[in-house]
């Protein structure tokens, strides 16, 4: 047969590259087909139509059930804009995608069979296929396969492409080539997804044609008789065409990726990318067309796969060249040698991308000379912090709470949060914590119990952050069951039905009483008053929960009415998930009483791992769901989760933050401007742990603006490493009054030390109140001055006779000693370094505080209480107290010293020891109430009383 007449006579002929890939095919000689033999199955065909429905069935109706039930959740919870606007783009792209997949790949399989049929081959199995009546088929349903298989890999792009579609302007431009930052966040991905589906989808045509003309051309030849036909290569050498010029797309897209170089000097771009790898890709991409257009140009020339090789050859090693050796030579002769000079611009252009990227870039920067020690006038200019100083480590607080207020084997404490209330016309710190639904300790996990009748936690427990109460034990302002308050703060809905803790489906509305809590013989039981859950009064909506579900009882208990409804999706984050899945959520959702109602706030991120040259999130500074990979952060959402029936606000307060104007303009009813949110709820919004510790972290390098002092590293500081260091927490929440400020706010803080040295360097604030919120302070000290860092202050606590010996006695005596973390906290321009002590029986998880721990200027006491220990603080004068300690090896203090005698008479002595013990008294009386102005002018009448006693001072 001749397969190179064109003439129109062949079995391709009238088509300029000898038939392919479409055209009738001209006269072609077809070969009688031989049958395949008869097989009888064991089955009828009714027998087979009727277990394929059955399977049908099995598999569908829970599918279906499991759709309805999905958008019954969103129904109920007034979303169904989110429910269809998340799934028609998924089954849109699946078929625009498969269409286009189906467009590619299906004359390409009818063209390969129609050439393989042509092809003179041995009578095997192949052949007995390729001539079978049912064969024209199959191109059909294997392009059918290819193409939907091929369209489902977009389905799991639907955010991505939506982005593409909705995406805007940064209002930034990166520093290379000069785009919106925007065309990378929102663009970019498109692109190279697109791109990167075309190469897979020709790649596998490629695959599937080139295997059946190989078996076909195989099939019965001698080993190195095979002839190559016209059209095959034809077809081989279009489809590889068509390949090679993606590539050279792949090249072109490849340049902008260099923006997210991570094995420079920096992140990012440096000079050899640029002046050397740049160049080398733009060169590449060129060489790629121009291969394309060879490979088709040896189409039409009938040229012979020797030209064919030499142009792949050429484009293989003009690739190796520039790709790897002309960078390479570049980097060693001209980059080495003056490598800072060359990378400086870089280094720049990565510096400013971070900082604007983990919104730092107007972090507002000052510098401090602490005080060598506290002082009377420090605690009387701020009083308010040392009121709301913070006692109670979170860890040790749980075990209380734990011990005293769980009450029963089915309620647990999961976590202590910490947040601020206006309590008696005062700003209070305070720790609380939900007591939620836990039956993983229950005894009877009956249906019953589980989903009808133990379906909710109950109430909250709250005490003020240095709140002490009698044997060390906290003084709960919130307590036991019904909630028992010592402060203006009513709760009139306590039940929790939705919280931390994984909890399962809950069925309310019910003809079985809930549990409410237990009250003496009986137990108060309750019937739920919310809108919260989905409707499942209807018989049809039971059978579809029972598939959903999976469980039975569903539909065969009586115990529904039709005013019924199930609860689930439970745990806040992963409710909120469900319905915002394009956010990222804190690790530390917290509790809220507003309005009488508990109320879960949850801080929810944007992300990106596109913004160029920006510095991303490495592993050691993954905290929750921020793990590695993302180099740009807003926390441009806060989330409400009601307690009680599980509705959902998202409130945006970053109007500026173009991802989060991104999906509002997909989801437009699923936000609520930020300026919707009522002022008690905006009382208790707080920085986020998570952004900040990432800022944090990043800052540890990044204070560093100077190019210079960036790439030698000189001033690299640290973070303390929270809790891998059991003394220490890494980043805290306080009640302070920043300087020059004229009252004190909630803040989240960090010191800083320097790397590989313990002194403290500076520390680093989130403002969390009003008009204040989300702002950045950092307060640097000299670098000449010795600030000492929290690990020293626990070094010294630890060398402390008296402590020492104190913390060996009470161990030898079957005590569980618990040092609390170590916090600093500024008290108007000193730092005060606080270390709570608890003790614990070895037979008990109840710690009691024993001793508060206190350290200004290098000097450490400890006291029962805060005030006691406060006290010896501000009295504490040098050498007054452990003086032997000072003294060299080997000596001690003279034995004969003796206080100066007093010069003046006994009536005046008499006199000024009276006006000493009223000055005395006073400041007792205005410590024990906080009064640091009377505090410090009762002790200044002590000391002029003191000093005319004893003109000459004691010798």
């Known amino acids: 047969m001749n397969w190179n007449n064109q003439d129109g006579n062949g079995p391709f002929g009238g088509f300029p590259f000898g038939g392919f890939p479409f055209g009738n095919g001209g006269s072609e000689r077809r070969e009688q087909r031989p049958s395949f033999p008869k097989v009888s199955l064991p089955f009828s065909r009714r027998t087979l139509f009727l277990l394929a429905l059955l399977l049908a069935v099995a598999v569908g109706l829970p599918m279906i059930a499991s759709f309805l039930a999905d958008y019954y959740w969103y129904e109920a919870e007034r979303i169904t804009s989110v429910f269809w606007t998340r799934l028609l783009p998924q089954w849109a792209l699946l078929g625009v995608f498969s269409a286009v997949a189906f467009v590619i790949v299906y004359p390409n399989l009818r063209a390969a069979l129609r050439i393989a049929r042509g092809i003179p081959g041995a009578n095997d199995v192949l052949s007995l296929i390729l001539n079978h009546k049912w064969s024209r088929w199959l191109p059909l349903a294997v392009g059918l396969f290819m193409a939907v298989s091929a369209g489902s890999d977009s389905m799991g792009q639907w955010q991505m492409i939506l982005q593409f579609a909705h995406g805007g302007a940064f209002g930034v431009k990166d520093a290379i080539f000069g785009n919106d930052v925007g065309f990378y966040v929102f663009s970019l991905p498109f692109w190279n997804f697109l791109q990167n589906w075309l190469m897979d989808l020709l790649f596998n045509v490629l695959v599937v044609c080139g295997a059946l003309y190989a078996f076909r051309l195989f099939s019965g030849a001698r080993l190195g008789s095979v002839e190559i036909p016209r059209p ?344 909120l998930n469900r319905a915002a899945p394009f956010l990222t959520y804190d690790s530390d959702p917290y509790i809220a009483v507003i309005g009488g109602r508990i109320v879960w706030i949850v801080d929810a991120y944007t992300t990106s791992s596109l913004y160029p040259y920006s510095e991303p999130v490495g592993h050691r500074y993954r905290r929750g769901r921020l793990t590695g990979g993302i180099n740009y952060i807003r926390n441009s959402v806060k989330c409400t989760v009601d307690a009680y029936d599980g509705h959902m606000k998202f409130y945006v307060i970053d109007e500026q933050d173009p991802i989060i104007a991104c999906w509002r303009r997909i989801f437009p009813s699923l936000f609520t401007p930020g300026g919707e949110m009522s002022s008690e709820l905006r009382a208790h919004l707080r920085y986020p742990r998570d952004l900040f510790s990432v800022q944090a972290n990043i800052y540890r390098t990044y204070h560093m603006a100077d190019p210079n002092t960036f790439y030698n590293k000189e001033d690299v500081w640290n973070t303390l490493q929270g809790e891998a260091n059991e003394g220490t927490l890494s980043s805290y929440y306080v009640m302070n009054k920043l300087i020059g400020e004229s009252k004190p706010e909630f803040l989240m803080m960090t010191p800083y030390t320097p790397v590989g040295r313990d002194n403290m360097i500076s520390w680093m604030a989130g403002r969390c109140d009003g008009a204040n919120y989300g702002k950045l302070v950092l307060y640097r000290f000299p670098k000449q001055t010795l600030i000492y860092g929290p690990n020293q202050i626990s070094a010294l606590i630890n060398q402390t006779p008296e402590i020492s010996a104190q913390l060996s006695l009470w161990s030898q005596r079957g005590s569980d000693v618990i040092l609390g973390h170590l916090l600093v906290v500024p008290v108007n321009n000193s730092l005060l370094y606080v270390r709570p002590l608890y003790l614990k029986a070895s037979q008990s998880d109840l710690p009691e505080l024993k001793r508060v721990i206190l350290s200004s200027g290098g000097h450490v006491v400890w006291d029962e209480t805060f005030e006691g220990a406060l006290e010896k603080l501000l009295n504490y004068r040098p050498g007054e107290q452990d003086a032997s300690l000072s003294l060299p090896s080997g000596q001690t203090p003279q034995s004969g010293s003796q206080p100066a005698l007093p010069a003046a008479g006994d009536s005046e002595i008499q006199a000024l020891g009276r006006q000493a013990k009223n000055a005395w008294d006073r400041s007792q009386q205005a410590l024990k109430s906080a009064d640091w102005n009377a505090y410090g002018q009762a002790m200044g009448d002590l000391e002029k009383s003191l000093n005319a006693m004893f003109p000459q001072g004691i010798q």
């Open 232 to 575: 095959v290569r034809a077809h081989a050498l279009t489809l590889g065409a068509v390949l090679t010029a993606l590539w050279g797309l792949s090249y072109v897209l490849q340049r902008y990726l260099l923006l997210y170089n991570p094995n420079g000097v920096v992140f990012g771009p440096g000079y050899t990318d640029i002046h050397a790898t740049l160049l080398a890709l733009s060169a590449l991409a060129a060489l790629a067309f121009a291969a394309a257009g060879l490979l088709l140009f040896a189409i039409r020339s009938n040229r012979s796969w020797k030209f064919i090789g030499i142009v792949v050859g050429i484009f293989v090693v003009c690739n190796v060249a520039l790709r790897g050796l002309y960078p390479e030579l570049v980097q060693r002769y001209i980059v080495v040698p003056n490598e800072f000079e060359k990378e400086k611009e870089y280094i720049s252009n990565n510096i400013e991308a971070t900082l604007h990227a983990y919104g730092m870039d107007k972090i507002e920067t000052s510098e401090i000379t602490p005080d060598a020690g506290l002082t009377v006038e420090d605690a009387a200019a701020d009083p308010e912090t040392l009121e709301n100083m913070r006692l109670w480590d979170y860890r040790a607080l749980l075990r209380s709470y734990k011990q005293l207020q769980e009450i029963r084997s089915y309620y647990d404490f999961s976590a202590i949060d910490i947040d601020r209330y206006t309590i008696g016309g005062k700003m209070r710190q305070v720790m609380l914590a939900p007591r939620e639904l836990d039956l993983s300790g229950m005894q009877n996990r009956t249906w019953v119990n589980q989903h009808l009748e133990f379906t909710h936690g109950y109430g909250i427990v709250m005490n003020g952050a240095r709140e002490v109460g009698q044997n060390g034990q906290p003084n709960l302002w919130i307590k036991d069951l019904p909630p028992v308050s010592a402060v203006d703060l009513p709760i009139s809905q306590p039940q929790i039905y939705f919280g931390e803790n994984p909890m399962s489906y809950a069925f309310v509305k019910t003809s079985v009483k809930e549990f409410d809590y237990p009250m003496g013989e009986s137990n108060a039981r309750s019937t739920y008053e919310g809108d919260g859950g989905v409707p499942i009064g209807s018989l049809w909506r039971r059978l579809v929960y029972t598939l959903a579900f999976g469980d039975s009882k569903i539909l065969f208990s009586d115990v529904f009415t039709p005013e019924s409804r199930v609860i689930y999706e439970r745990n806040v984050r992963a409710r």
